[in-house]
């Protein structure tokens, strides 16, 4: 009778602790698939603007971080562990992630907006699964708007653009003034001086925030016969 007893609270202990186990993973499934959507969602708005990082990337981003978020929390229990040690490295894990987002393409740097997008995603994830909800959506709701916000045509918010223009003209007296003075600038980035028979060449690069298109190029020219030639070079 005594050994029955025995056997059944065993049993009920066994019953209690798989049921507390499976419990505890459904809450941290609950943050994974919020983080799926969540991650959907920022996806969503980069994917509508051509961005190099789109759906996939972040969605996967967001939770791959909410996995390592529940593990850390869930894994190690009982353990002689530092489990806030698992969370921190996907914040640098993330960081090389970036990295390779962002590249040099000529003069310009691209994919740093989407980098830190795809790092602050991360870090959404990571409030998914350490159950922070509210957290977790509130951050990507406002990380949408932000997103949004800054790519609306507002002078505010624009950056200012510059477009570098290469010039060859034939200096006497004060071209290399009125050359400064048609494009609004106050000096060369380079300049270099070369005799030509009884010409003196100069061969200099400008940069104007002003896009001067190919008719009116060529009407500068031809109002001002000194200037051999002009191109446009802001893409090199």
């Not at 509210?134 to 507002?154: K, Y």
């Amino acid at each position: 009778m005594l050994g029955f007893g025995l056997d059944s609270l065993i049993c009920a202990a066994q019953f209690y602790n798989t049921d507390g186990i499976v419990s505890t993973e459904l809450k941290g499934l609950i943050g994974v698939l919020l983080a799926v959507v969540l991650g959907f969602a920022i996806g969503f708005e980069r994917k509508l603007r051509f961005k190099e990082a789109g759906i996939r990337t972040h969605t996967i981003v967001c939770v791959g971080a909410a996995l390592m978020m529940v593990v850390s929390k869930y894994g190690f229990q009982g353990q002689d562990a530092d489990v806030s040690r698992v969370a921190s490295q996907i914040v640098s894990g993330v960081g090389f992630l970036g990295a390779g987002i962002i590249m040099f393409r000529g003069q310009k740097m691209h994919g740093l907006t989407t980098a830190a997008g795809v790092w602050a995603t991360a870090g959404i994830g990571m409030a998914c699964g350490a159950e922070m909800y509210i957290f977790a959506t509130g951050g990507a709701l406002i990380l949408i708007v932000i997103q949004c916000l800054f790519h609306l045509n507002c002078k505010l918010f624009r950056t200012k653009k510059y477009y570098q223009i290469k010039i060859s003209f034939i200096n006497t007296t004060d071209e290399s003034v009125k050359v400064k003075q048609l494009f609004g600038v106050q000096n060369f980035n380079s300049l270099t001086i070369e005799r030509q028979n009884d010409n003196t060449l100069y061969r200099a690069m400008l940069n104007t925030d002003k896009e001067y298109s190919s008719q009116l190029l060529n009407e500068i020219m031809i109002r001002n016969p000194y200037i051999l030639k002009i191109e446009r070079c802001d893409d090199q």
